[in-house]
């Protein structure tokens, strides 16, 4: 059975920063592209950054510089470092794993900056 578990989301300030990760079993994770993706409350679900099997990485243009995606292939794990987080991050993150047409997700972790 193949689970995606979010986790490292939460509260923080304008500014801040939040590292959050996705642990993935049920797949050999090392073959498989992983994204982040965020749907911020009645907003469509738009992707944040992808890292391929081989670490080639690809954000999207409002948190480049920002947002840092990484995997640690030993940990089955993808990490998304966030830096100067602002409201318009606010969102629940999703984790994806995508390799040859089959894809799958994690069940989420909110964000939320605030002061």
């Known amino acids: 059975q193949v689970q995606l578990v979010e986790s490292g989301g939460g509260l923080v300030q304008p500014g801040g920063s939040l590292r959050l990760s996705c642990a993935a079993s049920?797949?050999?994770?090392?073959?498989?592209?992983m994204g982040w993706y965020r749907q911020a409350p009645g907003k469509e679900r738009e992707l944040v950054a992808t890292?391929?099997?081989?670490?080639?990485?690809n954000y999207a243009d409002s948190v480049k510089a920002r947002f840092t995606i990484s995997r640690d292939n030993g940990k089955d794990t993808v990490y998304l470092q966030m830096n100067s987080l602002n409201s318009e991050d606010t969102a629940v993150y999703y984790c994806?794993?995508?390799?040859?047409?089959?894809?799958?997700w994690g069940q989420g972790t909110q964000v939320t900056v605030a002061s």
């Open positions: 994806r794993s995508a390799y040859s047409g089959t894809t799958y």
């Open positions: 049920g797949i050999i994770f090392g073959i498989y592209t």
């Open positions: 890292i391929t099997s081989g670490g080639s990485t």
